[in-house]
Every structure is written in structure tokens, then in C-alpha cells.
């Protein structure tokens, strides 16, 4: 063995890859940590004891307890973290739509503008109708009863 012994290491190039591999697995791992972390908060099955149990054991044996979670408990992560999406898009859903309701309750302009354009669309209206009344919901004027009120007479 009087020759020199070359590692993968040796070469620039393979010294790259390794060193993005490495970078890119340790990036994985605090990826992986975190979502382990924030999944034990957001269960509500576990008792603040097992909580606290699950997070010092990921805390002080890190790369075992990261396993043992994910095996012991990784099945309904996915659940919980669908769940807590849906919950935050019900949310957002709901925010948008008392938002977009006026300071009354009632619907805003946009809505009155839109039940006008389907009722002219149907031919229930005439134009100069429908400019007086888009006329009257733009000025602030027209509250929705000016709309329902061409509703109603389009049913006629």
C-alpha cells in the first residue's frame, strides 16, 4: 500500500456535492424539528404533561426524539396540520365576507351593481334603468332596497 489513497473527498468537484448534501440534510433536519415542535402544540389530544414529556425528549435527544414522534405519532400529523388549514381558511373566508358586508349588515355596491347587470342582462331593465340605478348605488344613494326593488319588479 505504498500508493496514495484517493477519497471521494479529494476532488473538487465531489467536495461541492458532499458539502451541498450536507448543507441541504441539515437544512431537512430544522425542518423537520420545527414541524415536530409545532405539531406538539397544536394537538389538542396530548395533556400539557405529555406535551411537555414529548418536547423535552425532542429537546434533550434530539435526533431520537424527532424518530420516536414521528413513528409514535407522525400518522395524524398530516390530519392535524389539514385541520388547522381549513380552520385559518374558514376564517379568512368569514373575515372577508363580514369585511365586504357594509357597516349596516346589508350587501355592498358591488353586490347591488352585480344584481343590476343580471337583471339588465335578462332584459327586466331598460339602459337609461339601469344607468339611473348604477347612478344611485355609486353616489351612496341606492342602498339595497333600490336593487331589490328592480328585483322585484323584474319578477313581474
Same mark, same amino acid.
Given at each position: 500500500m505504498s500508493g496514495a489513497t484517493y477519497l471521494a473527498y479529494d476532488y473538487p468537484l465531489l467536495s461541492a456535492f458532499w458539502t451541498m448534501l450536507v448543507?441541504?440534510?441539515?437544512?431537512?433536519?430544522?425542518?423537520?424539528?420545527?414541524?415536530?415542535v409545532m405539531d406538539i402544540f397544536r394537538d389538542d389530544d396530548l395533556s400539557g404533561w405529555a406535551k411537555t414529556g414529548w418536547l423535552v425528549f425532542t429537546i434533550v435527544l434530539p435526533f431520537l426524539g424527532v424518530?420516536?414522534?414521528?413513528? +409514535?405519532? *407522525?400518522?395524524?400529523m398530516g390530519r392535524r396540520e389539514i385541520a388547522q388549514a381549513?380552520?385559518?381558511?374558514e376564517a379568512f373566508d368569514?373575515?372577508?365576507? %363580514?369585511?365586504?358586508? *357594509?357597516?349596516?349588515?346589508?350587501a355592498g355596491s358591488v353586490d347591488d351593481l352585480a344584481r343590476?347587470? %343580471?337583471i339588465k342582462a335578462r332584459g327586466d331593465i331598460s339602459? %337609461?334603468?339601469?344607468?339611473? +340605478?348604477? %347612478?344611485?348605488?355609486?353616489? *351612496?344613494?341606492?342602498p339595497a332596497e333600490h336593487s331589490d326593488r328592480f328585483a322585484s319588479s323584474a319578477g313581474r
Open positions: 448543507f441541504f440534510l441539515w437544512i431537512m433536519w430544522f425542518v423537520l424539528l420545527f414541524r415536530v424518530f420516536v414522534y414521528v413513528i +409514535a405519532r *407522525g400518522k395524524n381549513r380552520a385559518q381558511q368569514s373575515y372577508v365576507r %363580514e369585511t365586504a358586508k *357594509g357597516a349596516d349588515g346589508r343590476l347587470s %343580471e339602459d %337609461e334603468e339601469f344607468r339611473r +340605478a348604477k %347612478e344611485l348605488v355609486l353616489s *351612496g344613494h341606492g
